[in-house]
């Protein structure tokens, strides 16, 4: 992708501190939602953003998975598809749960 600068992207901070990052910055960071951004203060005062590095945040969540991943490898016998009654089940649970990801976060979630 050949990138082209462009004077200025800008976004708008909400109330709460929150923004949007603009459409030409996120291609050319080349993220997604979920991603992680870090901004690099300057000597200057220039902030500079990129993209962050993906890091284990959870090492005890890390050492799990391997866990697991190994335990599967080792025992496949152990491994049971999901009935559909459970599938069913578990769509009921959640039928009338209303959610947006786009959504900001209320203050007793920060």
Not at 12 to 30: I, M
Not at 48 to 74: C, Q
Request: include cysteine; charged fraction near 25%; charge should be negative.
């Amino acid at each position: 992708m050949v990138v082209r600068p462009t004077p200025c992207s800008e976004s708008t901070l909400t109330a709460r501190y929150q923004t949007t990052v603009p459409e030409t910055v996120r291609k050319v960071l080349g993220l997604n939602k979920g991603d992680k951004i870090c901004y690099a203060i300057q000597a200057d005062g220039n902030v500079v953003i990129s993209r962050a590095d993906k890091t284990e945040s959870d090492p005890i969540l890390g050492k799990f998975l391997n866990f697991i991943a190994r335990d599967i490898e080792k025992n496949p016998q152990h491994l049971q598809a999901i009935s559909s009654d459970l599938v069913s089940r578990v769509q009921s649970l959640v039928a009338e749960v209303d959610f947006d990801l786009d959504a900001p976060l209320s203050d007793e979630d920060e």
